[in-house]
Antibody, heavy 120, light 107 residues
Framework: QVQLVQSGAEVKKPGASVKISCKAS????????IHWVRQAPGQGLEWMGI????????NYAQKFQGRVTMTRDTSTSTVYMELSSLRYEDTAVYYC?????????????WGQGTLVTVSS | DIQMTQSPSSLSASVGDRVTITCRAS??????LNWYQQQPGKAPKVLIY???SLQSGVPSRFSGSGSGTDFTLTISSLQPEDFATYYC?????????FGQGTNLEIK
């Protein structure tokens, strides 16, 4: 079945970087865009950006420009999201999600989420 | 960026009730509107895509309607497993913005 499996929880200090992986299986990796969405504790969903696994092109939310980098490894069907210069307010669950390849697009499935805790 | 505004932010209802959640876009998004359900501690899952299309495997008590700027999600008869948080999302352009969520609680 189609699934996205993310790497495990991370604890980082302010100013550090974190790199989360999202491994895809059950479909042709290069056919579907992958998005990253985060959710701070008790808060809503915040879109961070998108990567095209075929060519590696990316589009980031303005809020994260300069701090986020999304990459992919087609040999392992894995997408990565690296966030640098971490702040306390970056504490959140980070999700990857596959976007449908139809005209009107939606996210399905989602990864299980990766909790990133920024703490000194 | 397109702003998505949901109402209400929270809602108390009983099993068997009919409930409606609304979502308004700050500009026309045609039918580029999706609804997600999120259970505590879980990833969101899509219920409705393209404003009114029911995702495979989702119970038929869920329905969506609307186009342009105004959309609704209706649950015809609430079941215990429906108590969760619901989000609308536009896929008209990037950034793919979400509504702030509606927390559906048991009365």
């Amino acid at each position: 079945q189609v699934q996205l499996v993310q790497s495990g929880a991370e604890v980082k200090k302010p100013g550090a970087s974190v790199k989360i992986s999202c491994k895809a299986s059950g479909y042709t990796f290069t056919t579907y865009y992958i998005h990253w969405v985060r959710q701070a504790p008790g808060q809503g969903l915040e879109w961070m950006g998108i990567i095209n696994p075929s060519g590696g092109t990316t589009n980031y939310a303005q809020k994260f420009q300069g701090r986020v980098t999304m990459t992919r490894d087609t040999s392992t069907s894995t997408v990565y999201m690296e966030l640098s210069s971490l702040r306390y307010e970056d504490t959140a669950v980070y999700y990857c999600a596959r976007e449908s390849a139809t005209t009107i697009r939606w996210f399905d499935p989602w990864g299980q989420g990766t909790l990133v805790t920024v703490s000194s | 960026d397109i702003q998505m505004t949901q109402s209400p932010s929270s809602l108390s209802a009983s099993v068997g009730d009919r409930v409606t959640i609304t979502c308004r876009a700050s500009q026309s998004i045609s039918s580029y509107l999706n609804w997600y359900q999120q259970q505590p501690g879980k990833a969101p899952k899509v219920l409705i895509y393209a404003a009114s299309s029911l995702q495979s495997g989702v119970p038929s008590r869920f329905s969506g309607s609307g186009s342009g700027t105004d959309f609704t999600l209706t649950i015809s008869s609430l079941q215990p497993e429906d108590f969760a948080t619901y989000y609308c999302q536009q896929s008209y352009n990037t950034p793919r913005t979400f509504g702030q969520g509606t927390n559906l609680e048991i009365k």
